[in-house]
């Protein structure tokens, strides 16, 4: 079983960032893709990047690309989302996600494992 915990979220204006931390609890960390989906009120929960195990392939939704970047560390079993130029519409709970393929999947509906979110909110 595996347990994420998010941290980082918070209030910042447009143009701002935030650094979002996922940390992992489990021995299979290491072997498990990992990433974000996000979902703002009203809207289904969507993927935003993936990272595989290694860390040497990523992902992004075209709406991001540029501005977030995602890091693993192995050791301490934590995923990091540097988030950049944040726009008003990023805003939205944050969920870290995990899944025992080799890359995270697009549709939230097969992922294996979540925390439990973090608010962004980003102000104009």
């Known amino acids: 079983q595996v347990q994420l915990e998010e941290s980082g979220g918070g209030l910042v204006q447009a143009g701002g960032s935030l650094r979002l931390s996922c940390a992992a609890s489990?021995?299979?960390?290491?072997?498990?893709?990992m990433g974000w989906f996000r979902q703002a009120p009203g809207k289904e929960r969507e993927f935003v990047v993936g990272?595989?195990?290694?860390?040497?392939?990523?992902y992004y939704t075209d709406s991001v690309k540029g501005r977030f970047s995602i890091s693993r560390d192995n050791a301490p079993n934590t995923v990091y989302l540097q988030m950049n130029n944040l726009k008003p519409e990023d805003s939205a709970v944050y969920y870290c996600?995990?899944?025992?393929?080799?890359?995270?999947?697009?549709?939230?509906?097969?992922?294996?494992?979540w925390g439990q979110g973090t608010q962004v909110t980003v102000s104009s």
């Open positions: 990272i595989n195990w290694s860390g040497g392939s990523t």
């Open positions: 996600a995990a899944d025992h393929a080799p890359l995270l999947p697009r549709r939230a509906g097969v992922v294996d494992y």
């Open positions: 489990g021995r299979t960390f290491s072997m498990l893709s």
